[in-house]
């Protein structure tokens, strides 16, 4: 299934620029990309977005386990009849929160590392699975706002 293919390339991509940046950026100052704009460094993160929430792994635990059964519930239910949009936001969630997922239970913390600044504003580090978890998410809040069932809607974007 090709959803499922997506989202184990994700997580490849996801724990490959982990290992890199553990590789490269633990213990070293941030590496500027682009000044004032976009910095990577290592960073250990125990919590959910933004921080809150540390170091409660159970409580991720149950979340992600719970956050993977629906999308697979979802994705196999009515597989055929998903639109494209719908197993790319499916693909994506289940990517970057079986990414993150790893890490917490591999090291007890999401290695994040992204860095942006933007408008003056200094964005939350972050890391590629939370990329992916974002982006699916927009796809399907889209898809739930403007088709109530979007599986089941006249077939446009198939």
């Known amino acids: 299934m090709a959803v499922i293919l997506f989202a184990m390339l994700l ?32 960073l250990e993160n125990r919590g ?3 921080g809150i929430l540390q170091n409660k792994s159970l409580l991720f635990t149950i979340i992600t386990i719970v956050v993977i059964i629906v999308l697979l519930s979802v994705l196999f239910k009515d597989y055929h009849k998903n ?35 933007i408008f ?3 964005f939350a580090v ?19 706002l403007l088709f109530d069932n979007p599986g089941k809607k006249r077939n446009v974007s198939k």
């Open 11 to 42: 997580i490849v991509i996801d724990q490959l620029s982990k290992y890199l940046v553990v590789l490269n950026l633990k213990g070293q100052p941030p590496k500027v990309i682009i000044d004032n704009f976009l910095n990577f460094y290592y």
């Open 48 to 50: 959910a977005a933004f």
């Open 83 to 117: 639109t494209k949009a719908l197993n790319l936001a499916i693909g994506l969630i289940l990517g970057g929160s079986i990414g993150n997922f790893i890490d917490r239970m591999r090291l007890g913390y999401v290695v994040d590392f992204i860095s942006t600044n």
């Open 120 to 122: 003056g504003y200094e």
């Open 126 to 144: 972050f890391n590629l699975a939370d990329s992916f978890i974002v982006v699916g998410t927009i796809i399907f809040i889209i898809m739930v």
